[in-house]
Nanobody, 124 residues
Framework: VQLQASGGGLVQAGGSLRLSCAASGCIFRNCAMGWFRQAPGKEREFVAA????????AYTESVKGRFTISRENAENTVEMRMNTLKPEDTAVYYC??????????????????WGQGTLVTVSS
C-alpha cells in the first residue's frame, strides 16, 4: 500500500488548509484512512479518520468542529479540510490506512500503512 499526501504549507492563524492523500494498493472497500500528526518535541497524535463507507468518522477532541475528513472513493483519496487553524496545529501530518470495515483506532500502532508526511505551519 502506498499513500501520497499533499497540501501542507504555511498559513496564518485563523486560516484554512486542505490536505489530500491518494491511496494505491489498498482494497479501498475495506480500507479505513486517516491522519496523524507530530509536532516538534511531541509524540505522534491521532487527528482524524474515516471508514471506507464514509458513514463514520473520528476526531481528536482538539480539532472537532474545525477539521473535516472526507473521502472520494472513485479517486481513492481522502481529504481533510482544516479551518480556524491555530499555532498548536503546527506539525507534520501523516496520512494512514488500515484494513478495517468498522474500527477507527487512535493508537498509531494499529495503522500499518503510512505516507511520507506533509508539513503544516500555522503562524500566530
Amino acid at each position: 500500500v502506498q499513500l501520497q499526501a499533499s497540501g501542507g504549507g504555511l498559513v496564518q492563524a485563523g486560516g484554512s488548509l486542505r490536505l489530500s492523500c491518494a491511496a494505491s494498493g489498498c482494497i479501498f472497500r475495506n480500507c479505513a484512512m486517516g491522519w496523524f500528526r507530530q509536532a516538534p518535541g511531541k509524540e505522534r497524535e491521532f487527528v482524524a479518520a474515516v471508514l471506507w463507507s464514509g458513514r463514520r468518522t473520528a476526531y481528536t477532541e482538539s480539532v472537532k468542529g474545525r477539521f473535516t475528513i472526507s473521502r472520494e472513493n472513485a479517486e481513492n483519496t481522502v481529504e481533510m479540510r482544516m479551518n480556524t487553524l491555530k499555532p498548536e496545529d503546527t506539525a507534520v501530518y501523516y496520512c494512514v490506512a488500515r484494513e478495517s470495515s468498522d474500527r477507527l483506532p487512535s493508537d498509531s500502532r494499529q495503522w500499518p500503512w503510512w505516507g511520507q508526511g506533509t508539513l503544516v505551519t500555522v503562524s500566530s
